[in-house]
Nanobody, 116 residues
Framework: QAQLVESGGGLVQPGGSLRLSCAAS????????MGWYRQAPGNKRELAAT???????TYADSVKGRFTISRDNAKNTVFLQMNSLKPEDTAVYYC??????????WGQGTQVTVSS
């Protein structure tokens, strides 16, 4: 059973930065597209950013230019660097491992709160 373990959430003021990390089992990291999703209270879970095994990235329009997703293949870890944070970025952030034919996996989520 693969595991995704997130860390790095917390409380930050508007305009601040946070870096989320997601450590993945080595057996899935090499073949899965990794991503970060987020879910605010009362809202559906939505995509924030993804990165393929080859390093191709995609971003939601709402985070483009402020968030950067990256992966360290040697450490089986994917990161989400979040800059210029806004109150509307407040949500639980989930790490996701996606494969078109294999089971998908989710982390337990980490809370990000942007407030003064």
């Amino acid at each position: 059973q693969a595991q995704l373990v997130e860390s790095g959430g917390g409380l930050v003021q508007p305009g601040g930065s946070l870096r989320l990390s997601c450590a993945a089992s080595g057996s899935i990291f090499r073949v899965y597209r990794m991503g970060w999703y987020r879910q605010a209270p009362g809202n559906k879970r939505e995509l924030a950013a993804t990165i393929t095994t080859g390093g191709t990235t995609t971003y939601a329009d709402s985070v483009k230019g402020r968030f950067t997703i990256s992966r360290d293949n040697a450490k089986n870890t994917v990161f989400l660097q979040m800059n210029s944070l806004k109150p509307e970025d407040t949500a639980v952030y989930y790490c996701n491992a996606y494969h078109i034919t294999l089971p998908n996996y989710w982390g337990q989520g980490t809370q990000v709160t942007v407030s003064s």
